[in-house]
């Protein structure tokens, strides 16, 4: 059996509940999760907030999507959207139109490079993914996305 996070963040007295200790170990999960995945999107010039704005935009295809759109379906949230895509078009990987018939809708796609940057790392992180999580079998897998998604309801109502 592994140390618990007791252990594992050097706390000698027991947590105030169970739900403490849950919620502490989601977060330093997903802290260790991510570093390692930032890592990996280091090599391509990505952090994840990027990568997941360019597969949101991957998915959006001809259409685009507006700031607020791209936003809203962010994975974790971003306080600046506005700079991270200003960011992103100063690096290739994104470009930003403004519409002819309403000078308020600026409309974000993805550009070939970031396309193709997205191609080139989607390998590896599906790679990291498996790496990550090979602990688990597909029903544990199954169990923790269940039980994720209810605390995760849970905390928005």
């Given at each position: 059996?592994?140390?618990?996070?007791?252990?594992?963040?050097?706390?000698?007295?027991?947590?105030?509940?169970?739900?403490?200790?849950?919620?502490?170990?989601?977060?330093?999960?997903?802290?260790?999760?991510?570093?390692?995945?930032?890592?990996?999107?280091?090599?391509?010039?990505?952090?994840?907030?990027?990568?997941?704005?360019?597969?949101?935009?991957?998915?959006?295809?001809?259409?685009?999507?507006?700031?607020?759109?791209?936003?809203?379906?962010?994975?974790?949230?971003?306080?600046?959207?506005?700079?991270?895509?200003?960011?992103?078009?100063?690096?290739?990987?994104?470009?930003?139109?403004r519409s002819a018939t309403d000078r308020r809708q600026v409309s974000t796609y993805i550009t070939d490079?970031?396309?193709?940057?997205?191609?080139?790392?989607?390998?590896?992180?599906?790679?990291?993914?498996?790496?990550?999580?090979?602990?688990?079998?597909?029903?544990?897998?199954?169990?923790?996305?269940?039980?994720?998604?209810l605390a995760r309801k849970a905390a928005v109502t």
């Open positions: 059996m592994t140390p618990d996070l007791r252990h594992e963040i050097r706390q000698d007295r027991a947590f105030d509940s169970l739900q403490q200790e849950a919620f502490l170990n989601l977060v330093r999960s997903a802290a260790i999760l991510e570093d390692a995945l930032d890592r990996v999107l280091r090599t391509y010039g990505l952090s994840s907030v990027q990568y997941n704005v360019l597969r949101i935009l991957r998915g959006a295809g001809a259409d685009g999507l507006c700031r607020n759109e791209i936003r809203d379906r962010l994975v974790s949230r971003m306080p600046d959207v506005t700079r991270l895509l200003d960011r992103m078009q100063a690096a290739g990987l994104v470009t930003r139109v490079a970031g396309s193709k940057v997205l191609r080139n790392a989607t390998g590896p992180v599906e790679a990291e993914h498996a790496r990550q999580l090979a602990a688990l079998t597909p029903d544990q897998l199954r169990s923790l996305i269940d039980l994720t998604t």
